[in-house]
């Protein structure tokens, strides 16, 4: 059962343009979410999170929008450059764990694709 | 310089011959764990640590040990490795301060191939 999911295993996109990358969830007890870039030969590294409190979060050209009520969440990119050719990772949680396990679910990735 | 990092970076070993693959974290914190990442899966956690000498199983454990006797270091074991082992496994770490979900830190992987 899969508890994240990212339907798109790859998404090609004009340099300039907006990448949408999507992740939808099935377990109400995540309210902490996260999304993780990843270079080849590299760790995946985190980009940008989002708590159940807010819809939306802010950072430069990355905005990640949480729509809680359709279990859905989102990364925009604006505008899309080279480097962002990467494969990223939505990952959800538990806020608070209790103590208990605090590890990541994690989608199986979405590989964006920036044309020039 | 705050970092994870893994060793080796690449193995290729045969089956049955023990190995262990190292983690160590210099930021200090509680939690740690380990992942797979494999074609079309994602990432899938194997072990997890909240603290010295306490771990517990992820999603997929079967075939692998770890230990915590230090904070820093947290080392995956793979007794009797097997062909379905081969895969790229990451370290991670992050505060786990008081239960609450943390950034987890990745190192740069170890790519593991089992013949």
């Known amino acids: 059962d899969q508890q994240v999911k990212q339907n798109s295993p790859s998404l090609s996109v004009q340099e300039g343009r907006i990448s949408i990358l999507n992740c939808d969830y099935t377990?109400?007890?995540?309210?902490?979410f996260l999304w993780y870039k990843k270079y080849p030969a590299e760790g995946p590294t985190f980009l940008i999170s989002i708590s159940s409190i807010k819809d939306k979060n802010e950072d430069g050209r990355f905005t990640v929008f949480l729509n809680k009520s359709a279990k859905h969440l989102s990364l925009h990119i604006v505008p899309s450059q080279p480097g962002d050719s990467a494969v990223y990772f939505c990952a959800a949680s538990p806020m608070y764990s209790g103590g208990g396990a605090d590890g990541l679910t994690f989608g199986k990735g979405t590989h964006l694709i920036i044309q020039p | 310089e705050a970092q994870v990092t893994q060793n080796p970076r690449y193995l290729i070993t045969v089956t049955g011959k023990k190995l262990t693959v190292t983690c160590s974290q210099n930021m200090n914190h509680e939690y740690m764990s380990w992942y797979r990442q494999d074609p079309g899966l994602g990432l899938r956690q194997i072990y997890y640590s909240m603290n010295v000498e306490v771990t517990d199983k992820g999603d997929v454990p079967e075939g692998y040990k770890v230990s915590r006797k230090e904070k820093r270091n947290f080392p995956l074991i793979l007794e009797s490795p097997s062909p379905n082992q081969t895969s790229l496994y990451f370290c991670?770490?992050?505060?786990?301060?008081?239960?609450?979900?943390?950034?987890?830190?990745f190192g740069p992987g170890t790519r593991l191939t089992v013949l």
């Open positions: 991670a770490s992050s505060s786990g301060i008081a239960g609450y979900t943390d950034t987890q830190y």
């Open positions: 377990n109400s007890m995540f309210d902490y």
